[in-house]
């Protein structure tokens, strides 16, 4: 593996160790997810471990209904909370996310050029195209994924032209001249385009001449096409090799096929960890916080996404892809529709097999249980698979988890030469070997 890239490696500052019952241990430190102080002491054990970013995911909505046995998504704003913790750390990367159906472009640009230079040039950007509480932003139906990349293409195109409107060096700041800046190096946009009409210039300097990062989560055919175009990485639910292999791979033909190098995307797949000292531990973890999650909504999400009435099912009758219905879920939730419909072609799991799949349990994340050793092999085996080219880490059950990641499984994956022992640049460009 020595020809390949070091691995890009992201952890997740959505507190998944909280989820199921995780939250209820004694250690869970629940209390404290509301301040800024909880998340600046996790990013800077992250960047002593020389992690990339730590990445915030979002969404816009409250189910007051989960609230009664979790915490739900009820969270702090991604920016703010990033733009808190910046000056605890001063190398990991810091990855927002901001949807392009929700906001003006303006508003994210000069959000994300804010950040930038808070962070002293370690913003990053996730851009998605929808987040759940569309209902909170008028009545009108979401429009359909075709539309929402192809305004998200104009978006994003509107954002860089912003960054670009007001370049660092028009700032002279010549004292003895009384020149702040020269006017002439600094241009409006006056864009007029299908979505968006934006004169510009934006009234806030770029920092430097390298430019913020571009992430992107979405695994449709349109999201693909989209982050083949303009993305540095994805974010990807792949439960298996196969399906890390698949995206990978396509995500670097379209690319190539965009006019960009083949590994100009870089693929990081979701890793829900559950790590103990011991592969018994890990195991009890798992089940004390996860294993027991409500039968019901597990059933009710396999029959939303596969269209199948379960109550009709024996527990150990295998399903097939002939028994599936016609998919009647929202248009955000297809990519996780296409990997269960394919695990059911592939394997007719019986339903009490699929209960226990990280496809049901884990948003589809890929999953390990056990010891930072046997993370670390299954780590390998994707990357040697040509599935990953890093991940972002879901630390899972509780706080331990997170502990071994960072103090056990980074520098063990370091040892091997498959990531850093040290940063070798400031920003998450350098990082991530974005050239400007």
Known sequence: ????????????????????????????????????????DIARRAEAAHLDFLFRPDVLYLDPQVLDRSPGFSSLDPTVLLSAIAPATKRIG?????????????????QLQSLDWISE??????????????????????????????????FTEVVQQLWRSYPREALLLDRAEGKYADPALIRAIDHHGAYFNV????????????????????????????????????????????AGAELRQDLRGRATAHGRKPDAVRMLPGL????????????????????????????????????????TLAPDQPLTYTMLGEPGVPMRGQTHVDLLRRLVMREQPTLRQLLQRPEVCSSAHWQIVGTAEDALREIVARVEAGAADGFIALPGGAAES????????VPMLAAQGLFRKQYSGETLADHMGIVP
Request: hydrophobic residues 40%; aromatic residues 10%.
């Open 1 to 40: 593996m020595s020809d390949r890239k070091p691995l890009c490696i992201g952890l997740s500052l959505a507190t998944t160790w909280l989820t199921g019952n995780g939250w209820r241990r004694p250690d869970s430190c629940v209390e404290d997810t509301y301040s800024a102080a909880f998340y600046a």
């Open 94 to 110: 810091l990855v927002t996310t901001a949807a392009t159906t929700f906001n003006p472009p303006y508003v994210v640009a000069r």
């Open 121 to 154: 040039g370690r913003a990053g950007w996730n851009i998605v195209t929808a987040l759940d509480g569309s209902r909170n932003f008028g009545d009108a139906p979401m429009p359909p994924s075709e539309e929402r990349y192809s305004k998200a293409l104009e």
């Open 199 to 242: 004169q510009g210039p934006l009234n806030l300097p770029a920092r430097g001449a390298g430019r913020i990062p571009l992430f992107q989560a979405g695994a449709s055919e349109w999201g693909r096409d989209f982050a083949a175009r303009v993305a540095d990485a994805v974010f990807a639910a792949t439960p298996d090799i196969a």
């Open 272 to 311: 829900s960890l559950y790590l103990g000292r011991t592969a018994s531990h890990a195991r009890d973890l798992y089940e004390a916080t996860q294993g027991r999650t409500e039968e019901a909504h597990k059933l009710a999400y396999i029959e939303r996404m596969l269209s199948i009435d379960v109550r």
């Open 402 to 409: 997170l502990d071994l990641c960072l103090s056990e499984l």
